[in-house]
């Protein structure tokens, strides 16, 4: 019997991973396109990569929607998210909704916190497999995948009982699930998959948060300034140490377990970022520039709401949370007045 795969969200990241999981053998990759559906669904993916080299991946089945996957009839083994996590545009997680049976496994690979909250709240009997990823790909055109560098990706099942209490009996399965997804990426050729625990796997999710929260809004708020620049700037630079200083000494006391020693320190990651000579934006300088609507909840929001419930504030966090909501709903306002 093949495992088989449906990826949610073929975009840039979804459909790269697609195309790795898809060289295995025994995997039947499918996947939900938006956008881009006719241009996949007459020719597949175009993948091009300096580590993978140049090829055409053809997905088993390619849908235009929901409705259309449900409809196969096929029993997923994982069903894979890679769409960008807008709890305060829409629920996701409605999209599973007749998807997910009980051999089912959810891996999320999604920028933020929280993200888990609403499939384990929909989906209380599956697996949940929290992935995080570093990986530069692009979808210039429909269909057309440019993988640049980076394909390291880490995943850990979602058991947030064991933030603040003991194991449960399901624990064992949903550990299964996820070590069974890393083998299948690591015979697809990504050599930098990696099983996590639970802990671990959050401690990275509090670890990537700490560069997105602080780069990503302090662009939007410095009329989109690339990440070389804001760390090339010493009052900025400054400013971003601060902010990712405070995460990061704030997660351990959520989680209960220390930063692992290899994860890099705020200085670390302010020098790597000044040698990234590319001109490149985060992802909500990008969003607010097409007029999009921003990770501000995943990236911000609840990062500050979590943190709050254990008794600890993250001040200089809350104050880029308030400024760039309040100009994403200003913009929206003005953009809404325009039309009338």
């Not at 241009?39 to 259309?68: C, I, L, M, R, W």
């Not at 996701?92 to 049976?101: M, R, T």
Request: with cysteine; charged share 20%; proline share 6%.
């Amino acid at each position: 019997m093949p495992v088989n795969i449906l990826i949610v969200g073929a975009g840039a990241i979804g459909a790269f991973y697609a195309s790795r999981l898809a060289v295995g053998s025994g995997t039947s990759v499918s996947v939900i396109c938006r956008s881009n559906y006719k241009a996949v669904k007459a020719n597949g993916f175009h993948v091009t990569s300096p580590q993978y080299g140049d090829y055409t991946f053809t997905p088993a089945n390619t849908f235009a929607n929901p409705d259309e996957a449900r409809k196969s009839g096929i029993k997923w083994d994982y069903i894979v998210v890679s769409t960008k996590a807008l709890p305060d545009v829409s629920d996701d997680s409605a999209i599973l909704e007749g998807l997910v049976s009980d051999q089912t496994a959810i891996v999320l690979i999604q920028n933020g916190l929280g993200v888990e909250e609403p499939y384990t709240k929909r989906f209380p009997h599956a697996g949940i497999c929290s992935a995080v990823t570093i990986a530069s790909c692009a979808q210039p055109e429909h269909g057309q995948i440019k993988h640049n560098r980076w394909t390291r990706i880490n995943s850990g099942p979602y058991l947030p009982h064991l933030d603040t209490g003991s194991a449960k009996n399901t624990d064992a399965r949903a550990t299964e699930q996820n070590y069974a997804f890393i083998a299948l990426l690591k015979e697809g050729g990504v050599k930098d998959a990696e099983a996590y625990t639970h802990a671990k796997l959050q401690l990275v999710r509090w670890h990537k948060i700490a560069i997105n929260a602080s780069m990503n809004p302090s662009s939007v708020l410095t009329l989109c300034s690339t990440n070389s620049s804001m760390a090339s700037d010493p009052e900025l630079q400054r400013h971003l140490k601060g902010v990712m200083t405070e995460i990061l000494e704030t997660a351990p006391k959520i989680l209960g377990q220390p930063m692992p020693k290899e994860f890099a320190s705020p200085d670390q990651i302010i020098r790597s970022t000044q040698k990234n000579t590319s001109g490149s934006k985060p992802s909500m300088a990008i969003d607010w520039e097409g007029g999009k609507k921003m990770e501000i909840e995943v990236i911000l929001g609840n990062p500050i709401r979590i943190a709050r419930e254990r008794g600890f504030e993250m001040p200089r966090l809350q104050t880029l949370y308030a400024l760039v909501r309040m100009a994403q709903e200003v913009r929206d306002q003005r953009k809404e007045g325009s039309k009338l």
